[in-house]
């Protein structure tokens, strides 16, 4: 029987709950025999317990030394996968770049770019007037666009070879879909739509934190005895760097064996969505609509109010699930999460569902003609009104106020 | 041919509130159910083995209790379903689950086409189902939203994406995980309620996987979580009242900047 890797000392143990109360997870609870039970199926050993408890009666095997262990000062250097579709490099990478300065700064590394394309030249330069100091390249006409076992081998063969301390990745389609694989391949922690990232000054660890549970909860997630340290980042949270023409950088070219190129899927069509000018995903200003919007004609109105703003056009379930809008467009829980700098919610009523993918906006302006829909509590300017009549009004009044 | 599914119980959402004494979810009389999304892939396995025939085989990592899940899901149609259960998990991260799944796929042996949701609701990490094509070395669609073609060698799927779909062809076995729009689930009919009454469920140990026990649970877990707190609840929102015209013009004021910003 191996240790338990956290246990109730049922000596000190007086039963007095108050770690029940801690536990997030509701792991815990207290029987007829008045001492603590963790169920370890539910424990996450996330330690809240411990901490709670008066009485020191709950111990959890020690968590790894402090220091790192020797093995990983061969890990070197902070990357960010530059994500690309159609020779242009997608914001999100920019953002990681931003990011990634801070991180490489901090543990006194450099910050570097991995590029995967065909004709890359252009944006390996890019890359570098946006932050990076050298830029990994893997130039080769199968990897024009992303495939899912070919980028995912290369990028294994790159992290093997070069050892990264750090690497990120957006978590988009992509982004999700590629490091999830080259995570497992090389047994890298990888944790999950990160929207805080910060270098733990006394171990130097990467302290991810995340929100879970649809945004209730937010948890930080270390990866202690591995090396690399894998992140997916949330969209639009972390701010993108700056183009600076004088930035100078390395770029290395990078060989692709042949056999990493291998591929069982094969693309036979892209069709990009038609009428979408910006998708919810990237857009700065989202104006979304629900079943308040009332028929499938009034999104018209809110695509007048995006396009003034140079936003996208989103959408609760209820509406989606009207056919006004494809599913695409759908905020929330089952749809898309999203991190605008301004959302406007039109006739949404806020259930949890659809907080869980928009909450974390910047600015959210909602209008609808219930006083007490839910969607007021996480607004920050909230007007109770008639959405057909306000929206159309404050569309001319934009384009007044921004001269279009 | 074998289809599949890989399911998740987890606590439903609509329900987790957060004490707002000791900041931590309140999970107790919370009800589980099924991962949304997993409901879609269970539908898609069922749709399929309609289509060519062969049968759907459902499996869950998770407690003893996780057994309900299985049952519902057999409740819809599927015709196997197996519980993968062990102390020994406790405290996987994405790494170990997918290992684990791996391993109980393995010994099921002849899967044609493994069906993930897109993500977990609890975990929100999209991770799981790569990861599993990935131990399996297995080629991968994700983010499925319609199953175009299908036969024993060979399936083509439309992968969503973030502004617009592709169209992408996979030899068979493969992974897929699947979107809302790929389908409208069915609801139990009574005869799929008794036969997930007396369904007999398959229970597995990490013993019965011939896995690596170093790579199981908190072991096998490279990510550790170390602090949980709820985020700090969004500050002092305003509600805007008077007139229509009044409204408008104090919101263009407050936004005007963001706007212009956000468009640079
Ligand atoms: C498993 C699961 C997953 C889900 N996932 C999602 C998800 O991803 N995204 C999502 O959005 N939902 C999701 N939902 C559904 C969610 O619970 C709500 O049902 C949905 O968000 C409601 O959409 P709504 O706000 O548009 O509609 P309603 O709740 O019907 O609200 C309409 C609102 O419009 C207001 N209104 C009506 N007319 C006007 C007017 N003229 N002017 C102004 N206001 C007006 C009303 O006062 C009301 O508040 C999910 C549910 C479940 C069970
Ligand atoms: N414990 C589990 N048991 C079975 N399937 C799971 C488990 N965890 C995740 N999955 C599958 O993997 C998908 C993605 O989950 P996640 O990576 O946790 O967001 C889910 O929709 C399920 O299909």
């Known amino acids: ?404 | 041919m074998h289809f599949v599914v890989c399911i998740k119980q987890v606590p439903d959402t609509t329900e987790v509130r957060i004490d707002p004494k000791t900041n931590t979810l309140m999970r107790e009389g919370v009800a589980s159910i099924i991962n949304p999304f997993d409901v879609y892939a269970i539908e898609e396995g069922i749709r399929l083995r309609e289509r060519v025939g062969g049968k759907v085989t459902v499996i869950t990592m998770g407690p003893p209790q996780a057994e309900a899940a299985l049952r519902e899901a057999i409740s819809m149609g599927a015709d196997e379903a197996i519980l993968v259960s062990d102390r020994a998990f406790a405290g996987s991260d994405t790494w170990a689950t997918s290992y684990t799944l791996s391993m109980a796929i393995r010994k099921i042996g002849d899967a044609s086409v493994i069906i993930c949701g897109k993500q977990a609701s609890d975990g929100d990490t999209a991770q799981v189902g790569p990861g599993i094509a990935t131990h399996l070395d297995l080629p991968q669609i994700t983010y499925v939203r319609r199953i175009d073609e299908i036969d024993d060698k060979r399936i083509v799927a439309e992968r969503l994406l973030e502004d617009g779909h592709e169209v992408i062809e996979s030899s068979v076995p493969c992974l897929l995980t699947v979107v809302k729009e790929i389908n409208e689930p069915r609801l139990p009919s009574l005869r799929g309620k008794m036969a997930a009454k007396k369904a007999q469920i398959t229970s597995w140990k990490a013993a019965d996987l011939g896995a690596d026990p170093a790579r199981l649970g908190l072991n096998g877990s490279p990510t550790k979580v170390v602090k949980i707190f709820t985020p700090p609840p969004r500050g002092g929102g305003q509600m805007l009242a008077g007139e229509p015209e009044q409204v408008t013009a104090r919101l263009v004021e407050v936004l005007k900047e963001t706007v212009v910003g956000a468009a640079s």
């Open chain 1, 1 to 404: 029987m191996t240790q338990e890797p956290i246990k109730v000392i049922d000596d000190k143990c007086v039963g007095c709950r108050l770690c029940v109360k801690a536990c997030p997870f509701g792991a815990i609870t207290v029987g007829e025999s008045r001492v603590a039970v963790i169920d370890l199926t539910k424990c996450t050993l996330c330690g809240a317990c411990v901490e709670a408890c008066k009485f020191d009666a709950i111990e959890m095997a020690p968590k790894a030394a402090a220091a790192l262990p020797d093995a990983f000062s061969d890990y070197k250097d902070v990357w960010v996968f530059a994500e690309q579709s159609e020779g242009r490099i997608q914001s999100v990478t920019y953002e990681l770049l931003g990011e990634g300065r801070k991180l490489a700064d901090s543990l006194k590394m450099k910050l570097c770019a991995v590029l995967l394309g065909s004709n890359t030249k252009p944006l390996s330069d890019e890359l570098i007037r946006r932050g990076a100091d050298k830029v990994y390249v893997a130039d080769r006409p199968e990897l024009e666009y992303f495939q899912d076992e070919p980028y995912a081998a290369v990028l294994t063969d790159m992290v093997r070879r070069h050892k990264p301390n750090i690497v990120l990745c957006g978590a988009t389609t992509i982004g999700r879909s590629l490091i999830s694989r080259v995570a497992v391949a090389t047994n890298a922690g990888l944790t999950a739509d990160c929207t805080g990232l910060a270098i733990d000054p006394e171990t130097g660890n990467l302290l991810q934190t995340r929100p879970a549970f649809g945004g209730n909860i937010m948890a930080t997630i270390i990866t202690p005895n591995n090396r690399p340290q894998m992140a997916t980042v949330r969209h639009k949270v972390m701010k993108e760097s700056e183009s600076d023409a004088a930035r100078t950088g390395e770029v290395l070219a990078q060989t692709v064996a042949e056999a990493l190129l291998k591929t069982r899927t094969r693309r036979l069509k892209m069709v990009p969505e038609q009428g979408a000018t910006v998708s919810i995903a990237e857009a700065n200003i989202i104006v979304s609509g629900g079943r308040g919007m009332q028929k499938p004609e009034n999104f018209a109105v809110l695509a007048e109010l995006a396009g003034v703003l140079g936003g996208a056009v989103g959408a609760s379930r209820a509406a989606v699930d009207s056919d006004w809008i494809p599913y695409s467009h759908q905020v929330g829980q089952t749809g898309k999460t999203v991190c605008p700098k301004i959302y406007i919610a039109c006739g949404i009523s806020g259930q949890i569902q659809h907080l869980a993918g928009m909450s974390s906006s910047d600015v959210i302006v909602a209008i609808n003609r219930d006083a007490d829909a839910p969607i007021f509590k996480v607004a920050t300017y909230g007007i109770v009104g008639d959405a057909l009549k306000i929206v159309p009004m404050l569309t001319s009044a934009f384009r007044k106020a921004l001269g279009k």
